[in-house]
């Protein structure tokens, strides 16, 4: 793990590219997927320059956009999260170290954890070029650098992002004692403290 942080942290952060310039903007957008959104949406809620976040479904038809269809594992659509940031505050670049890092892992296939399927699937759904152009070369910097034994599963996909039901989001934050969130996604928050304090929001 010492050794993750450090390629994270060093070499991988400096890479021959730059991050996608947002700063005419005061918000931008980022919709990722990594697993159930319980503990996605609960962790980027934790992260300082973070206005916003989502739970949902990415890709997939508007038509389908609900949870029985989605479970169903017939509709397309991954559960991901919708992320509102201030660029000035937080880059693109740190919510991708934060999402390879802490959200989820990153080499699993079709699934995350406890749960299977290809709705949790490991999934960057990116908002513009820049985006596109960024997180390839991010994965790919990650693979060459060998940073996990297993190469990284996290795919570039296109697609619409549409919010899950009411009861769905701030799940975590509004039940964090549900056994569920114990076992999952509370060590994903005690985590994103531990790695990046500055960030941390309370």
């Known amino acids: 793990m010492k050794r993750l942080t450090t390629l994270l942290a060093g070499t991988l952060l400096t890479l021959p590219l730059s991050a996608p310039n947002a700063a005419p903007a005061k918000t931008d957008s980022a919709v990722l997927a990594g697993g159930c959104f319980w503990g996605m949406e609960w962790v980027f809620e934790h992260v300082k320059g973070v206005k916003s976040v989502v739970s949902g479904y990415a890709g997939g038809s508007a038509a389908d956009a609900n949870y029985d269809k989605v479970s169903s594992e017939s509709t ?6 919708k992320i509102t940031y201030d660029p000035a505050q937080i880059s693109y670049a740190k919510l991708l170290q934060i999402y390879f890092t802490v959200a989820h892992n990153p080499t699993e296939v079709n699934r995350q954890g406890p749960d299977v399927g290809t709705s949790y699937r490991s999934a960057i759904f990116p908002q513009n070029p820049d985006q596109e ?5 991010y994965i790919n910097h990650l693979n060459a650098a060998h940073v996990w034994k297993q190469p990284i599963a996290t795919r570039i996909e296109h697609g619409g992002f549409y919010p899950a039901e009411a009861y769905h989001q701030h799940f975590a934050e509004e039940h964090p004692y549900f056994p569920y969130i ?6 994903k928050l005690s985590s994103l403290r531990q790695k990046f304090p500055a960030l941390y929001k309370g």
Not at 76 to 81: K, L, P
Not at 133 to 137: D, G, P
Not at 182 to 187: A, C, H, I, L, Q
């Open 76 to 81: 397309g659509h991954a559960e991901a999260v």
């Open 133 to 137: 152009k960024f997180a390839r070369a």
């Open 182 to 187: 114990v076992f999952n996604d509370r060590p």
